[in-house]
């Protein structure tokens, strides 16, 4: 997708309050796209709202939980009043829980899957069809993480959401091409964001010990959420079905590829690394 065209048009960016998503949408703003921007933290979707309107762009900002089906659905109505279709949709908002398989209850799993996987769903479902229709193409960017590739023993169910999202992007793409639609599933690595704070812990990862040591790993590593919507960008005008986000999503991206057993055994044993003895 050419970036001249977000000139005048609409992105969809949901989760947009903080982190990836507000980032994504001071990107898209910065190339003269008006907004359509949704989260469940009213306050702070309001400043981010007022940021991005001192740019010069209009905002539509929405306090919507993506999981709900007919909440979602309401927002689309309201953007398709306004426009045919929107030119760019960042299906962003997600949660994370730290957990074994054996620790994370059946609720834990409803709730996950339900933001990270029916969220994006959703923001496909009730969003491309527009596109499709209108025909001038676009593009769909979908969050989803290295953990979209790679796995570890304290992330069972958010990878099996991050997995998802990745083939739902690659299913998506293939059907969506001849529409002049891209589909780009977006892997972020360790980035500095609100995710580890507001993350669920079950069992030995709802140690705190653990918690300060991931929480020092990820301001060490202090890769920044504006990073990750400039890589956003390249990814949507280089039309790219998958796009890792820093060198560890890149090492492991391509490891996976050549070495999927040493690819497994270093994602195990950087877990061990960062898990202090007394949360083992």
Request: charged residues 25%; contains cysteine; aromatic residues 4%.
């Amino acid at each position: 997708m050419d970036l001249v065209q977000l000139r005048g048009g609409w992105t969809l960016v949901t989760g947009a309050a903080s982190g990836i998503g507000r980032a994504c949408a001071e990107a898209v703003a910065s190339h003269r796209s008006n907004l359509v921007i949704c989260d469940l933290d009213r306050d702070r979707l309001r400043e981010v709202e007022e940021g991005l309107r001192r740019q010069g762009v209009d905002v539509l900002a929405r306090r919507v939980d993506v999981a709900d089906r007919a909440a979602m659905a309401d927002l689309a109505s309201e953007v398709h009043r306004r426009v045919d279709a929107v030119d760019l949709v960042v299906n962003n908002a997600g949660v994370a829980l730290g957990a074994t398989f054996l620790d994370s209850t059946l609720d834990d799993w409803d709730w996950i899957l339900d933001i990270n996987l029916r969220g994006v769903v959703h923001g496909c479902h009730f969003f491309a069809p527009a596109m499709v229709k209108r025909g001038r193409g676009g593009h769909i960017v979908n969050v989803a993480s290295m953990a979209g590739y790679t796995t570890g023993p304290t992330l069972s169910a958010y990878c099996t959401t991050k997995f998802g999202v990745v083939g739902l992007s690659e299913a998506l793409r293939a059907e969506l091409s001849p529409h002049r639609i891209g589909v780009t599933a977006l892997c972020p690595g360790m980035i500095n964001t609100p995710i580890v704070e507001n993350a669920r812990r079950r069992g030995a990862a709802a140690d705190e010990a653990l918690l300060a040591s991931t929480r020092e790993m990820f301001r060490k590593r202090n890769y920044p959420p504006e990073r990750v919507a400039q890589g956003m960008l390249k990814a949507v005008a280089r039309n790219r079905g998958l796009a890792p986000i820093t060198a560890e999503a890149w090492t492991f991206y391509l490891l996976k590829r050549v070495s999927p057993r040493l690819s497994a055994a270093l994602g195990r044993a950087l877990e061990r690394r960062a898990t202090p003895p007394s949360a083992r």
